[in-house]
């Protein structure tokens, strides 16, 4: 059944005028009716009863129809400055000649054909006639797409429309969230909003009459205004601070339409509200970045666009007009925020070059308001698998984008805030700068202060999803990531970046016309819920499928378990490639399969949007089980970014390419496989142990013997505060360190096999103590010693009975010969590992598989 329509509140400078129609909808949908078939069909979405159209009262009761006689009614007399018509007409088929052609064509909106004329009769038996044309002052009830009326506007006003994961039960399609906003003129029946200036303002309005030319009119409703100018002709966009009441918090809750309920406008329309971020502007300069602001608890910043006579409604309070505003005056609750309306260009270069550089950038105004370029979103999206935009947004609160060297902006008059950062070698900038009426230019320069890339090393991502190879080399070169492995998958029925993956192609690469500094490969990461996931780097032919295997909520309904990481490892070494398990340890099953069989080239450290977290410890505890077990599989990071909540690169891998050997996506791979890494989420290290870094394995003598153990640190990000020196798993030796650089050494005796790996240690002023950085390990051999723990060989080896009970239980079958072949594989792992064990002495229970060896459990 068709109900009232209210978008919003109504504006005092208009009311309702009563419209003594000559006919019901009833009687419009029976069969003396003078609409279409197709009209009357629709006639149930139209209108009635108490009706509030972008800002204007309607009463919509019994409708005046004209179509092939006159049609009139009388009014009680009133003056007004205009008069507001809701009205619609029928549609109009195209007429096609012999030829299969309309000629000449006025479109399907018929533009400019005559309707009807309204005649307006006054008290003094003077009238004003004014004739409606169409997809001018009306159209049709439905209208085809791109047929929009000029001087008209459909009953709904636009509106901001939320994205997916924000809705409450709205039944729009994810596509069209994207957009944020919502232009409701295509919908089943639209009436059409004109407001007539009346040339006579002054005498009172007695009637009118509709003088139709053929076509069926329908005239649901009349609003009388009195405002200057068109009242759906609104301004450009601004910004307000709104202070709530005491006691009062900002609630994004949504009204039945969609609007926001604490704060609406008549006239106008609010586009966004988010509780106000404070920044600590007076000591902006010496603020580090990425340094999240303070949330207002009694202001909300407010973006609207409205009519120059429009009210704020808020509930509680006395309508609050934003003409006051808009005069820099404010309006009691409401405090204006400078417009953004001067064109400035930010350009970003580097030292001694002047060569314009991507960087990461955020820009905010006095009120703590974000200034986007103009081609980036002024409201990033952080859902997941909702946008890939080249944006960033820091717990929700702190804004970023990433641009390619220069962008074009809408700035305030007066202070900006602008934060420039490039990677953990580059010494972000937080600056502020005075925007006058003639500055339409800025430039920021930045220094390389830290030498870890001419060294040899280099930066890496291993772990990115959903953004276009493109977006992900300007991410990638903005965040000074050196290598981004963008890595399509299956997600249920849902395929992602497969169609970027060919298989050879490194995006960036001097081959590919790139300047071979920053690249990009598509990669796979293929995954089971329970078994585990595994990264299939850089790897050349055909993509490895299937991507996903054994069901939700990785992989399809009903999808059997067909294949094993260590599987899908082996295939990616076979076609070239490198394995890493991503976002170690978890899912914590079947990885240890891969990492005991030497199918795994790393492990990977994983920040997800937590760029303030530090490396997990968790994350490190299970690695170092297979460390203390002699398995010398290095560490790298990942982000696996999903989201503009996660920067590419928040904890990365450095590389080292050996000397003499171009940087290549080929000779990044066979550094990892070296081993000669680490991860960090700021601070830089170089580390050797008696002259060899990470990834070698040394011996020393029969009884052992002292190693001597060397590092350098330096950080322009994060600063430091300890370093750590980690020997099977232990802090051996620990030294406070300064914050931004650091030299030492250790000598350390070693009576057995051991491996030796550096922790550094780092905090913000504001922040807890975290792991902010690691290297892999030396693996160090004394003869006669072997390296294994007993404890930690245990719990790997029920780790791999779990994924046997897994596979013979829970796991949907694939064909026979499958599953022989799957356990055979685990099986195999689990006797290597167990009889490794006993040959070392080391015993323990017997196991559930050794107790039952391959039982089905009546499967």
Not at 49 to 70: H, I, Q
Not at 91 to 108: A, F, I, M, Q, Y
């Amino acid at each position: 059944m068709p109900v009232s329509t209210i978008d919003g509140p109504r504006s005092p400078l208009f009311r309702a005028v009563s419209l003594a129609g000559n006919t019901t909808f009833s009687a419009l949908a029976g069969p003396r009716s003078p609409l279409g078939e197709d009209m009357k069909d629709q006639l149930k979405h139209a209108p009635r009863g108490e009706c509030v159209a972008w800002g204007m009262p309607f009463t919509v009761g019994r409708p005046l129809v004209a179509k092939d006689a006159p049609a009139e009614t009388d009014f009680t007399p009133f003056r007004a400055r205009s008069l507001v018509f809701m009205h619609t007409t029928d549609r109009k088929p195209l007429e096609w000649n012999r030829d299969g052609v309309h000629s000449p064509t006025r479109g399907t909106g018929c533009l400019g054909e005559a309707v009807a004329d309204y005649v307006i009769r006054y008290t003094d038996g003077t009238e004003a006639r004014h004739t409606l044309l169409r997809r001018h002052e009306i159209g049709m009830y439905w209208r085809h797409w791109g047929e929009n009326c000029f001087q008209a506007v459909a009953h709904q006003k636009q509106r901001t429309l939320t994205p997916l994961t924000e809705q409450h039960e709205q039944p729009f399609p994810w596509g069209q969230t994207q957009t944020r906003t919502l232009v409701p003129d295509m919908m089943p029946w639209v009436n059409w909003i004109w407001s007539w200036r009346n040339p006579f303002p002054g005498k009172e309005i007695a009637g009118l009459r509709i003088e139709p030319r053929g076509e069926a009119l329908v005239l649901s409703g009349l609003s009388a205004g009195r405002t200057e100018s068109c009242p759906y002709r609104w301004e450009g966009r601004r910004k307000a601070v709104l202070r709530l009441p005491k006691g009062e918090t900002f609630e994004p809750a949504l009204d039945e339409m969609g609007l926001l309920k604490q704060v609406q406008l008549d006239l106008g329309q609010v586009i966004s509200a988010r509780p106000r971020t404070c920044y600590p502007d007076d000591t902006w300069a010496k603020t580090y970045n990425n340094q999240l602001p303070l949330v207002s608890e009694n202001e909300v910043l407010v973006e609207y666009t409205a009519h120059p006579e429009a009210r704020f409604h808020c509930p509680g309070r006395k309508p609050l007009p934003v003409a006051a505003l808009e005069q820099a005056k404010g309006a009691g609750a409401l405090t204006p925020v400078a417009p953004a309306t001067q064109t400035v260009k930010i350009r970003v270069v580097e030292k001694g070059s002047r060569r314009p550089v991507a960087v990461k950038l955020h820009v905010h105004g006095a009120a703590g308001e974000y200034l986007a370029p103009n081609h980036r979103h002024r409201i990033p999206n952080t859902a997941w698998f909702e946008d890939y935009s080249a944006d960033f947004v820091h717990e929700g609160l702190h804004d970023c984008t990433y641009i390619d060297g220069e962008a074009v902006f809408k700035l305030p008059l007066g202070r900006v805030y602008i934060e420039v950062s490039k990677g953990y070698e580059i010494k972000p900038v937080r600056k502020v700068v005075e925007i006058t009426p003639g500055r339409r230019s800025i430039t920021l320069t930045l220094s390389r202060v830290l030498p870890w890339r001419a060294r040899g090393w280099v930066t890496a991502d291993t772990h990115v999803h959903f953004l276009s190879p493109q977006t992900a080399l300007l991410e990638g070169r903005a965040e000074g990531v050196n290598v981004v492995n963008l890595l399509a998958s299956q997600w249920g029925e849902l395929m992602t970046n497969v169609g970027d993956f060919d298989g050879k192609t490194t995006f960036g690469s001097r081959e590919a016309g790139g300047d071979g500094e920053h690249l990009v490969r598509v990669g796979t990461e293929n995954r089971q819920h329970v078994l585990g996931h595994i990264s299939l780097l850089g790897y050349g032919g055909a993509m490895i499928t299937p991507m996903t295997t054994g069901g939700p909520d990785e992989s399809a309904i009903g999808d059997p378990v067909e294949v094993l990481l260590t599987e899908w490892a082996r295939q990616c070494h076979r076609q070239g490639g490198l394995v890493v398990i991503p976002h170690f340890p978890n899912p914590r099953c079947e990885n240890a399969v891969t990492l005991i069989e030497g199918d795994a080239d790393a492990v990977e450290m994983t920040s997800w949007g937590n760029i303030h977290g530090g490396i997990d410890p968790y994350s490190l505890s299970d690695w170092y089980r297979y460390l203390n077990c002699g398995y010398a599989v290095p560490a790298v990071a990942g982000t696996d970014k999903m989201s503009a909540d996660t920067p590419v690169g928040a904890i990365r891998t450095y590389a080292r390419i050996t000397d003499g050997d171009p940087f290549t996506y080929e000779n990044w791979m066979a550094a990892v496989r070296r081993g000669e890494t680490f991860v960090t989420y700021g601070p830089l290290l170089e580390f050797t142990v008696d002259g060899h870094p990470a990834g070698n394995t040394i011996a020393v003598g029969h009884h052992g013997g002292t190693v001597t153990v060397n590092y350098r640190l330096a950080s322009c990000t994060v600063p430091m505060t300890r370093v750590d020196l980690v020997v099977n798993g232990e802090i051996a030796e620990s030294r406070t360190v300064k914050p931004w650089a650091a030299e030492g050494y250790w000598t350390c005796a070693l009576e057995k096999s051991a491996w030796m790996a550096l922790l550094v240690r780092g905090r913000y002023p504001d922040k807890p103590e975290i792991i902010a950085a690691h290297s892999s390990p030396v693996m160090v051999h004394v003869e006669g010693s072997v390296l294994s723990s007993a404890t930690d060989a245990l719990t790997i080896l029920e780790q791999i009975e779990g994924a046997m009970a897994y596979l013979e239980t829970l796991g949907t079958r694939a064909d026979d010969a499958a599953r022989k072949r799957m356990r055979l594989v685990l099986t195999a792992a689990h006797r290597r590992l167990h009889n490794q064990m006993h040959q070392r002495g080391q015993y323990h229970r017997h196991t559930p598989a050794e107790n039952h060896g391959e039982h089905d459990n009546g499967a």
